[in-house]
T-cell receptor, first 111, second 114 residues
Framework: QKEVEQDPGPLSVPEGAIVSLNCTYSNSAFQYFMWYRQYSRKGPELLMYTYSSGNKEDGRFTAQVDKSSKYISLFIRDSQPSDSATYLCASQAQGAQKLVFGQGTRLTINP | GAGVSQTPSNKVTEKGKYVELRCDPISGHTALYWYRQSLGQGPEFLIYFQGTGAADDSGLPNDRFFAVRPEGSVSTLKIQRTERGDSAVYLC????????????FGPGTRLTVL
């Protein structure tokens, strides 16, 4: 079993829809949680960063972490075609430097 | 300012050959990371440098893989006796400091072993 599990999709939704992306993790030592966006043939870029449990909002994006259930979510409101990309969740343990990534979910927003 | 750069962008080699992949981190970033991303998968950690030293190389799959960062800036990932299973995108990232600091990724080197 991988430490971070993510449904690879693909996920296809119409423009303007609310998108929900999710991951689960198994390592209780994870304290930092990130969402990266990766366009085709590009490197991942950081979208959201959360420490421990709670919500964080940035524009149309909201990240949620529930450590009791080991569940990580990313919500995208008013989705745009430019949001079409692969979304990667990642976690980092206290005292460790490496990021542990999920498989990535390929998202397409249809105009 | 300039981001993380990686060269070459693409590398095609034959099974058994030796390859070197280069990473130029963001200026001033002390930490440097290598990850490998296979098709349809998320990046997997290979090695992390703090300054010139490899602080964590637990992700290197075997002794055919080696990385250096002799002056604490540019890093080279070296793969000996390449195998078809080594085909992947090799990503480099850098950060200012370590824990809790954003890792900025380069575009990657796409390695194909024939």
């Amino acid at each position: 079993q991988k430490e971070v599990e993510q449904d690879p999709g693909p996920l296809s939704v119409p423009e303007g829809a609310i998108v929900s992306l999710n991951c689960t993790y198994s390592n209780s030592a994870f304290q930092y949680f990130m969402w990266y966006r990766q366009y085709s043939r590009k490197g991942p870029e950081l979208l959201m960063y959360t420490y421990s449990s709670g919500n964080k909002e940035d524009g149309r994006f909201t990240a949620q972490v529930d450590k009791s259930s080991k569940y990580i979510s990313l919500f995208i409101r008013d989705s745009q075609p430019s949001d079409s990309a692969t979304y990667l969740c990642a976690s980092q343990a206290q005292g460790a430097q490496k990021l542990v990534f999920g498989q990535g979910t390929r998202l397409t927003i249809n105009p | 300012g300039a981001g993380v750069s990686q060269t070459p962008s693409n590398k095609v080699t034959e099974k058994g050959k030796y390859v070197e992949l280069r990473c130029d981190p963001i200026s001033g970033h002390t930490a440097l990371y290598w990850y490998r991303q296979s098709l349809g998968q998320g990046p997997e950690f290979l090695i992390y440098f703090q300054g010139t030293g490899a602080a964590d190389d637990s992700g290197l799959p075997n002794d055919r893989f080696f990385a250096v960062r002799p002056e604490g800036s540019v890093s080279t990932l070296k793969i000996q006796r390449t195998e078809r299973g080594d085909s992947a995108v090799y990503l480099c990232a850098s950060s200012f400091g370590t824990l809790g600091n954003e890792q900025f990724f380069g575009p990657g080197t796409r390695l194909t072993v024939l």
